[in-house]
């Protein structure tokens, strides 16, 4: 058995109407497409799935969390996941998934293997820049980015830091 065979979808065998599928996306998936960038994941992923004729209009709807490293102090960060991915999906002569919003698969296809379709749609709600909220950052890993920033680093980068500083010179803690 496949390391992503629990991610398909048999087209071929469905009636014409509305067809439902659950999936769960687990750490498993990102370590099998050796993405080491995601600590955990755990989002429910529910498909809708409207058969019209040789088309088949599929609804993906994620929702969940994943732990991601802190940019700032690498420590995790959790990053709430709640999206939805629409694509339309036909039988075809070859694959080509050249649109945004059509998939077409080839004729000889039982099944269409979503793995890599929520893999791409659960990595893209995660922001370019992803940091804990002012103060919630690794203090000590915050002290030592301070100690070696260097003198270029931009306005923002400076004036976290110095939150960060001033709050662990204070003595403040929320924790």
């Known amino acids: 058995m496949g390391k992503f065979s629990q991610y398909k979808v048999q087209l071929a065998s469905l009636s014409d ?44 709807h994620c929702k969940g969390m994943l732990q991601i490293p802190c940019d700032r102090c690498l420590d995790a960060l959790d990053h709430e996941v709640d999206t939805t991915y629409h694509v339309v999906v036909k039988y075809g002569d070859r694959y080509d998934d050249g649109a945004d919003d059509l998939l077409i698969i080839p004729d000889s296809d039982l099944y269409l293997n979503v793995a890599y379709i ?26 030592a980015l301070h100690r070696h920033r260097s003198s270029v680093d931009d306005e923002e980068t400076e004036e976290a830091l110095d939150e960060i500083d001033s709050e662990m010179e204070s003595g403040d803690s929320e924790d």
């Open 17 to 60: 109407g509305l067809h439902q599928q659950d999936f769960e996306v687990t750490t498993e998936l990102f370590k099998n497409m050796e993405n080491r960038d995601v600590i955990s994941a755990d989002v429910k992923v529910h498909l809708d799935i409207v058969k019209k004729n040789d088309t088949y209009d599929c609804t993906f």
């Open 118 to 143: 929520l893999y791409d749609t659960i990595l893209l709600t995660i922001p370019l820049r992803h940091v804990h909220p002012l103060g919630k950052c690794n203090r000590a890993m915050a002290a």
